[in-house]
């Protein structure tokens, strides 16, 4: 089965300090899709990142970067310089492809599945 | 903004009661998802529609039925709920996949929820 560890419950920094999140994912499947998603206090969940199996590049995005590593099953989010509005809640997912339970001939569909998630609590 | 807007945002009801959580998305997305998510929880899947059809039911309860009226719109129809259903309600709307199991790894997207409580 799917399963996604996000070991940090909690963390907390002082603004401008650079943090790093860690998720570590156990799949069997070869092809396979990473996320990352923020959830601020008001809530929605904001799609960051997706990253698929066979592309092992890490990316940078502003103050953000990630760092795919398929031998250890990790996918590490990184914030640069970290803000007050960084503060929230963020999840790492990985997608599980699932048949139709209810018409073969439908196809299926994904379905995300979420670590624990890690709260971040940026201070100024 | 987000794309995929829920209503209503907040809903207070009663054991007895009947009610409705609706979501709505304009991107031509074919795949839309009900996730139910409790304080300091990650989102848990409730439902997927594909093609406007049932794909997923994660053994949820009947006291919700879903509904899906057209591409756009999916309903979470609520009836005789306790009081541990009182969580947030999260809708999300994605690329499908496609038959055969390609995986297409479309992110979702999710609207800002719908806070429901249970007296």
């Known amino acids: 089965a799917q399963k996604v560890t996000q070991a940090q419950t909690e963390i907390s920094v002082v603004e401008k300090e650079d943090v790093t999140l860690d998720c570590v994912y156990e799949?069997?499947?070869?092809?396979?899709?990473l996320f990352w998603y923020k959830q601020p206090p008001s809530g929605e969940l904001v799609f960051l990142i997706r990253?698929?199996?066979?592309?092992?590049q890490n990316e940078i995005s502003g103050r953000y970067s990630w760092n795919f590593q398929k031998s250890t099953s990790s996918f590490n989010f990184t914030i640069t310089a970290s803000q007050v509005v960084d503060s929230a809640v963020y999840f790492c997912?990985?997608?599980?492809?699932?048949?139709?339970?209810?018409?073969?001939?439908?196809?299926?569909?994904?379905?995300?599945?979420f670590g624990k998630g890690t709260k971040l609590t940026v201070n100024p | 903004d987000t794309e995929v807007t829920q209503t209503p945002k907040h809903l207070v009801m009663g054991m007895t009661n009947k009610k409705s959580l609706k979501c709505e998305q304009h991107m031509g997305h074919r795949a839309m998802y009900w996730y139910k998510q409790k304080a300091k929880k990650p989102p848990e899947l409730m439902f997927v529609?594909?093609?406007?059809?049932?794909?997923i039911n994660e053994s949820v309860p009947s006291r919700f039925s879903p509904e899906c009226p057209n591409s756009s719109l999916l309903n979470l129809h609520l009836h005789a709920l306790q009081p541990e259903d009182s969580a947030l309600y999260l809708c999300?709307?994605?690329?499908?996949?496609?038959?055969?199991?390609?995986?297409?790894?479309?992110?979702?997207?999710f609207g800002e929820g719908s806070r429901l409580t249970v007296l």
């Open positions: 799949t069997r499947d070869t092809t396979y899709y």
């Open positions: 990253r698929n199996s066979f592309d092992e």
């Open positions: 997912a990985l997608s599980e492809w699932r048949e139709s339970e209810h018409d073969r001939n439908q196809g299926g569909s994904e379905k995300l599945v």
């Open positions: 529609y594909s093609y406007e059809k049932l794909s």
């Open positions: 999300a709307s994605s690329q499908s996949g496609y038959r055969g199991g390609l995986l297409t790894g479309g992110e979702l997207f």
